[in-house]
């Protein structure tokens, strides 16, 4: 994968839990054009994404205040956001198709593994 042909990118990850969290900036951390960004739920996720300008995001659903879902549908409602690439955390195939009809982009399992982590974000910001 040719990270630099994509040149820099944000990402956010939204994880309310820290070790998760980590291991993610950990994995990605490799990656020299990439910066993360985080949030521990939906709420701060919805923050930062009017604040900053985000390029992709990661979207843990089971979190306290505001879940996964709440979250995709937020972002989908507002002009800034409703196009954002987002990935959704989850292996649940009924979790899957409720995202997708809130409108997820793509998803990656739980537990992470780096290359399918790493080619899931590349290819959806190669289409985005």
């Known amino acids: 994968m040719n990270w630099a042909s994509l040149g820099s990118i944000k990402l ?25 960004v985080e ?21 843990d659903l089971h979190m306290p205040k505001m879940d ?5 549908s937020s972002i989908r409602a507002k002009e800034k956001t409703k196009d954002l690439p987002v990935i959704v955390i989850t292996s649940d195939e009924v979790e899957k198709r409720k995202c997708y009809a809130l409108g997820a982009n793509n998803f990656v399992p739980k ?8 080619e899931t974000i590349f290819n959806q910001l190669k289409v985005a």
């Open 68 to 72: 996964g879902f709440e979250t995709l």
């Open 12 to 36: 956010l990850v939204v994880e309310d839990d820290m070790f998760n969290r980590q291991l993610i900036i950990s994995l990605l951390n490799k990656i020299q054009t990439i910066e993360v």
């Open 39 to 59: 949030a521990e739920n939906g709420e701060d996720a919805l923050k930062v994404l009017m604040q900053e300008q985000i390029d992709v995001m990661l979207l």
């Open 111 to 118: 537990p992470f593994r780096l290359k399918a982590l790493e």
